[in-house]
């Protein structure tokens, strides 16, 4: 941190997804910290603490790293900590947490978290846990109720329509389409040379939260700075599988801007937003009923993104 850092209101969690329910805690720090004249913080982990906790078991991502950072500073955070998460920070006792981090680093006149926040050594800590060492070391502590559309919104709910192909569900519990995003590869080309659909190729991250194999509409659009295309977006179809037809092993994840067979995006940075599901994936009998699928399938992904 900074020598001259003064005191601040922070909030904690791992954030991925950056949903609904973040977005109230995060909008309550900053709340709390205009009343206060104070810069608002927010203190996030990568690895995700259960690859730590439980080696083998990361979770999917919702979010890369960059696009959580940016989604937190969307929404007025001053600053974003991304801490390190290792075994050893995770055997931190709940004090010594709130010690070494809160107090003396960032030097904490609130803090804001969910109200189901645990912390420290094995989860012992809680919220009441984190009150009573705000009194002891002088700052206010408040848990934030979470958001429910009758199942409280989490990124582990999220992950779970993703995987069923849920993107209607989970955008509506981000607040935005899901987005996946990678570097546009060389795949074997059928999209433009055989079907007449060039697809960009997009090989995303590990971990990457894919939805389930199907095809929907959504959006691509170039990120990559600079680039011909930088900041073009454009109506997508979008298929996710292994593309049966062809008797395909790897799991890809392809999309077709529509009406555009100009684009050269190999090697560039793009983003996949998905706006609606539009069927399972299918293995046809002969590339003409999979190219007549396609067509329809075009068809009704320009239908639905340009209402």
């Not at 940016?70 to 004090?95: H, I, K, N, Q, W």
């Not at 705000?134 to 779970?160: C, M, Q, T, W």
């Not at 067979?261 to 983003?271: M, T």
Request: net charge negative; hydrophobic share 40%; proline share 6%.
């Amino acid at each position: 941190m900074p020598g001259d850092w003064g005191r601040s209101v922070v909030t904690i969690g791992v954030f991925d997804g950056v949903h609904r329910g973040h977005q109230r805690m995060v909008r309550r720090a900053v709340a709390l910290a205009e009343h206060l004249g104070l810069p608002s913080v927010v203190i996030t982990f990568d690895p995700h603490p259960d690859e730590v906790v439980r080696p083998g078991s990361h979770p999917p991502r919702l979010t890369t790293a960059r696009h959580r950072t940016e989604l937190l500073g969307d929404l007025g955070v001053d600053a974003v900590c991304v801490l390190p998460f290792t075994l050893e920070f995770s055997r931190m006792t709940p004090d010594e947490f709130v010690q070494a981090i809160l107090v003396d680093r960032l030097r904490a006149a609130g803090v804001v978290v969910g109200e189901n926040f645990r912390f420290g050594h094995k989860a012992v800590g809680d919220v009441e846990t984190l009150r009573q060492l705000g009194e002891k070391y002088d700052f206010v502590a408040e848990g934030v109720p979470l958001v429910s559309n009758g199942e409280a919104i989490s990124s582990s709910l999220i992950r779970r329509w993703l995987a069923d192909g849920e993107v209607g569900a989970a955008a509506e519990a981000l607040g935005r389409p899901h987005r996946v995003e990678g570097v546009v590869v060389r795949g074997h080309q059928r999209g433009r040379a055989l079907l007449g659909f060039p697809t960009a190729n997009v090989e995303s991250p590990p971990f990457t939260a894919i939805p389930a194999d199907g095809v929907y509409a959504g959006w691509l659009e170039c990120t990559q700075s600079p680039s011909p295309y930088e900041g073009q977006r454009w109506p997508a179809a979008i298929s996710i599988g292994t593309n049966p037809t062809f008797e395909g092993v790897e799991r890809t994840v392809e999309a077709y801007a529509l009406d555009r067979d100009d684009l050269d995006l190999y090697g560039v940075h793009v983003v996949v937003d998905f706006a609606v599901r539009l069927r399972d994936t299918v293995k046809f009998d002969s590339i003409e009923a999979l190219i007549e699928q396609m067509r329809r399938d075009v068809d009704e992904a320009r239908r639905l993104l340009s209402g």
